[in-house]
């Protein structure tokens, strides 16, 4: 069963780098590596995907090593509306719905 | 574009009531799927669907039926409800169960039964 972890909370301050680390030992040759964000009272949203290496877009950078069995999240330089769930993936649909296990999450604090 | 909606957005019911939450997407998305989702626990799936006219249970399924008879919806029916079904329901579509597809979630429907 696919599985990942990552811690369950974290605190930083306004205008720091944050990074998220998500463990997924068992993550297959296909899977690729996805994070979401959830605010309170709304759904999820995609923010960032990758399969290897380093990925970045205008909202975060995702870095994964060479074995592939963990990724980090960096959110650069965080604001207060960062203050959410961050969600890590592995795989979709086409290995069997078990790669569809969200788990609880990191809830990212952001203090002023 | 909408996106993907959901009705209604909150819901009080009674033990032994029925009920159906309606999911709708405009995006032309084949894959849609229902979570749920309770403190602490992230989210979990119920059933989802790989396309118009099929359906297939997740890792929670018990208690919950699904139909899809048009693509651009995916309703959740509950024929008993009951307080562990208390929750808050999330709803999500993706253009295919390819590797590099992502989940694009509706807004949620807080459920309560007493």
């Known amino acids: 069963l696919a599985k990942t972890t990552q811690p369950i909370s974290m605190d930083s301050y306004e205008g720091q780098e944050v990074n998220i680390t998500c463990s997924h030992n068992?993550?297959?040759?296909?899977?690729?590596i996805t994070w979401y964000q959830q605010f309170p009272s709304q759904g999820p949203r995609f923010i960032i995907q990758g399969y290897k290496t380093k990925v970045t877009n205008e909202v975060a950078s995702l870095f994964i090593p060479a074995d592939r069995k963990s990724s980090t999240l960096s959110l650069p330089r965080v604001s207060l509306s960062d203050t959410a769930v961050y969600y890590c993936?592995?795989?979709?649909?086409?290995?069997?719905?078990?790669?569809?296990?969200f788990g609880a999450g990191t809830r990212l604090a952001v203090h002023p | 574009n909408a996106g993907v909606t959901q009705t209604p957005k909150f819901r009080v019911l009674k033990t032994g009531q029925s009920m159906t939450l309606l999911c709708a997407q405009d995006m032309n998305h084949e894959y849609m799927y229902w979570y749920r989702q309770d403190p602490g626990m992230g989210l979990r799936l119920i059933h989802y669907?790989?396309?118009?006219?099929?359906?297939a249970k997740g890792e929670v399924p018990d208690g919950y039926n699904v139909s899809r008879l048009k693509k651009q919806n995916f309703l959740l029916g509950l024929e008993s409800a009951a307080p562990s079904q208390t929750s808050v329901y999330f709803c999500?579509?993706?253009?295919?169960?390819?590797?590099?597809?992502?989940?694009?979630f509706g807004p949620g429907t807080r459920l309560t039964v007493l």
């Open positions: 999500a579509s993706s253009p295919s169960g390819s590797e590099t597809d992502t989940q694009y």
């Open positions: 669907s790989v396309g118009e006219g099929t359906t």
């Open positions: 993936l592995v795989g979709l649909l086409s290995g069997g719905y078990n790669k569809l296990i």
């Open positions: 068992n993550i297959a040759t296909n899977d690729y």
